[in-house]
């Protein structure tokens, strides 16, 4: 099963705040955990909002909206793509990770479609 593991924004991260070198060199460590397990396929970490821009589509219409976007706990600071034999594997995983902010923060975690979810 693929997912995506979202790590939620925080004040800290939309103010563009860099991480410590500790929390650096630990999520380095989880990250290469990861990769040996097979797990992680991909993964980054996002600029703040303010940096982005989104685009509304109405009919055929386009308008495009500069950031910063909010509320800030509903934005994404970073990502990773799983692959994982289960939801319950992909939380074991997650209970293992360092806090990815300096404050308490949260994580989702959202399964990929797959072929199947299509069928008939």
């Not at 594997?89 to 979810?117: G, H, T, Y």
Request: overall charge negative; charged content about 25%; proline content about 7%.
């Amino acid at each position: 099963m693929r997912c995506m593991v979202i790590v939620k924004a925080s004040k800290n991260s939309e103010t563009g705040a860099m991480p410590s070198h500790e929390l650096l060199a630990s999520m380095g460590k989880y990250n290469e955990e990861l990769i040996e397990a097979g797990v992680m396929q991909g993964g980054g970490g996002l600029k703040p909002t303010s940096f982005g821009k989104r685009v509304q589509f109405s009919g055929t219409q386009r308008t495009v909206i500069d950031g910063p976007f909010g509320p800030t706990e509903e934005q994404v600071a970073g990502y990773w793509i799983w692959n994982v034999k289960s939801m319950d594997e992909a939380v074991d995983w997650l209970k293992r990770c360092p806090n990815p902010m300096p404050v308490d923060s949260e994580i989702e975690i959202r399964p990929e479609f797959e072929a199947a979810d299509f069928a008939g």
